[in-house]
């Protein structure tokens, strides 16, 4: 299985802006793999954010973060990315990139994906 590492999360305010990294090793090649970021606030279920195809031609995002949030891959680097711009209180989450070879983009609930990372933290201050 692909190991994934996330990294770039912090604490930042209101409206500002972070990149998370998620760079994968190991298993397949990295462009095998559709690349998934969930989120899981505070008492909250772990949940879906966007979703990116192999290629990086065909991107999904959940409504609450549709028009703030970007993901894209660098398949050369084995990385993903979230730019995530104009950041709300409500964004505060652990947020993990998750990866999987199987299904192809028709199917990216959490159950989807077969390798997981540690998470990062992203705060944002009101």
């Known amino acids: 299985q692909v190991q994934l590492v996330e990294s770039g999360g912090g604490l930042v305010q209101a409206g500002e802006s972070l990149r998370l990294s998620c760079t994968g090793s190991g298993g397949r090649t990295f462009s095998g793999y559709v690349i998934g970021w969930f989120r899981q606030g505070p008492g909250k279920e772990r949940e879906f954010v966007a979703g990116i195809s192999w290629s990086g031609d065909s991107t999904y995002y959940a409504n609450a973060v549709k028009g703030r949030f970007i993901i894209y891959r660098d398949n050369t680097k084995s990385t993903a990315y979230l730019q995530m711009d104009s950041l709300k209180p409500e964004d505060t989450a652990v947020y993990y990139c998750?990866?999987?070879?199987?299904?192809?983009?028709?199917?990216?609930?959490?159950?989807?994906?077969?390798?997981w990372g540690q998470g990062t933290q992203v705060t944002v201050s009101s």
């Open positions: 998750a990866a999987d070879y199987r299904y192809g983009t028709n199917r990216m609930s959490l159950a989807d994906f077969g390798s």
